[in-house]
């Protein structure tokens, strides 16, 4: 089965805690502090291997997590900084911030990377915190959270030529020829439910890969049959190859079939009909005469289009088309070379500008935000330095100040997540 989208949770590594440790040593009385800094958490990196070709790992692990850094150690000693995850995908996987549809990243090459969650710093050991009137202070920080972030990975084949037409014009049938793929071939509509992919060798070290792509009907713009899911994989082929059933068999109008399949891709994406585009009239050997396939070809070629009679099960015709395709390839600029991505909107990074917010409810100011979690989990009330301490970080960070402007008198009561205190100028 080919999977092309997956939806999975992932997790940075914690930093690890700074330290609480004083020099012990012998013939040494009050040692100071001596605690070192935790190591960094984990980044979450996603590295495109060229050997994957669908997302089918996702479906069964959907939860992926960093190692958290190590917490420092005593005589300044450094926790071990851990390291980072690394999950492959296929090349053409574009990662979304699942519950927004934001763009996170889009990995199109072999090589490409991007990390899409960061691991947490590790927290300061007390040796930092030691000053002239605090000589043996009693805390440290804690190492910060790794982000976290539930993402949708979406795989867009990247195929240098892509089939387009109808269900049942033949498409399976002249990728089985023209290449070693084997796609499910029978005489029923949508036969071809997911991309095949298979490559065209013409010798000499001439070859591009070719996909197979669902049949399109009317509608698919609008998500009708297989249509956003065809239509998804046909956006990065490079060169079409617009087959169609002349032989009039299922009393179809090539020319009626030809004009509602690239009005679906135009009503999907305009790009969709700047690609380069040559017809191929297929099952020519089931004509009895050669007028039809005449007419059909003089209207295509009356609005620019390069048209090639073939018969995909008796191979007629079929190597000048290769050829032609092989050309137009060549004259096409590649897909440039780059990962996408929005930092403005991707959900890992900070989004919100100020690190915590204050609200009034009832005469009691509220402070939260990630900022003010980090703060109250590396101070120790019953210690007179952290306290202190504590004060002189809020009212730093401006927390006193913008208290002030929102009208806090004196004895108003101001909430830190479990700490209270009665505000006094």
Request: neutral net charge; aromatic residues 8%; glycine residues 16%.
């Given at each position: 089965m080919f999977v092309d989208k997956a939806r999975i949770q992932?997790?940075?590594?914690?930093?690890?805690?700074?330290?609480?440790?004083?020099?012990?040593e012998k013939y040494i009385s009050n040692g100071g502090p001596d605690g070192g800094d935790g190591g960094k958490g984990g980044d979450v990196v996603f590295v495109v291997d060229d050997g994957m070709r669908t997302l089918m790992d996702f479906r069964y692990k959907r939860k992926h997590k960093a190692e958290n850094g190590n917490a420092g150690g005593p005589s300044l000693s450094y926790g071990k900084s851990a390291d980072d995850l690394i999950i492959k995908v296929p090349e053409g996987t574009i990662i979304r911030e699942a519950e927004s549809g934001l763009l996170?990243?889009?990995l199109k090459f072999p090589g490409d990377k991007l990390i899409v969650a960061k691991g947490g710093r590790g927290g300061k050991g007390n040796a930092h915190f030691k000053s002239a009137t605090r000589q043996a202070p009693h805390f440290a920080q804690p190492g910060e959270k790794g982000e976290e972030i539930s993402v949708e990975l979406e795989l867009k084949l990247i195929a240098d030529v892509g089939l387009v037409g109808f269900p049942n014009v033949g498409k399976s049938t002249f990728l089985s020829i023209v290449t070693a793929a084997k796609p499910k071939i029978a005489n029923y509509h949508f036969t071809t439910l997911?991309?095949?992919?298979?490559?065209?060798?013409?010798?000499?070290?001439?070859?591009?890969v070719m996909a197979d792509i669902p049949g399109l009907i009317e509608g698919a713009h609008e998500g009708v049959g297989l249509g956003h899911d065809f239509l998804r994989h046909v956006e990065r082929t490079k060169v079409l190859i617009h087959i169609l059933d002349i032989s009039g068999f299922e009393g179809r109008d090539a020319i009626d079939d030809f004009d509602k399949i690239n009005q679906e891709l135009k009503l999907y994406s305009e790009k969709l009909t700047k690609k380069p585009q040559v017809v191929a009239c297929n099952k020519t050997d089931l004509l009895e005469t050669d007028e039809e396939y005449k007419a059909v070809e003089a209207k295509l070629r009356e609005r620019g289009y390069e048209v090639f009679p073939i018969s995909a099960a008796t191979k007629k015709g079929i190597e000048p088309l290769l050829n032609k395709v092989y050309n137009m390839l060549e004259q096409v600029k590649d897909i440039e070379k780059s990962v996408e991505e929005v930092p403005e909107?991707?959900?890992?990074?900070?989004?919100?500008?100020?690190p915590y917010t204050i609200t009034e409810e009832s005469g009691v100011y509220i402070v939260e935000g990630p900022f003010v979690e980090r703060l109250l989990a590396s101070v120790n009330i019953n210690d007179s330095d952290s306290i202190k301490?504590?004060?002189?970080?809020?009212?730093?960070?401006?927390?006193?100040?913008?208290?002030?402007?929102?009208?806090?008198?004196?004895?108003?009561t101001v909430r830190l997540g479990e700490i209270e205190f009665e505000f006094y100028n």
């Open positions: 992932i997790i940075a590594g914690n930093g690890g805690d700074g330290k609480i440790s004083f020099i012990q996170v990243g889009d997911v991309p095949n992919l298979g490559v065209v060798d013409l010798g000499e070290g001439r070859s591009f909107l991707m959900y890992h990074r900070n989004i919100d500008t100020k301490y504590f004060q002189k970080v809020i009212r730093k960070r401006g927390i006193i100040d913008e208290l002030r402007k929102m009208g806090v008198e004196d004895g108003d």
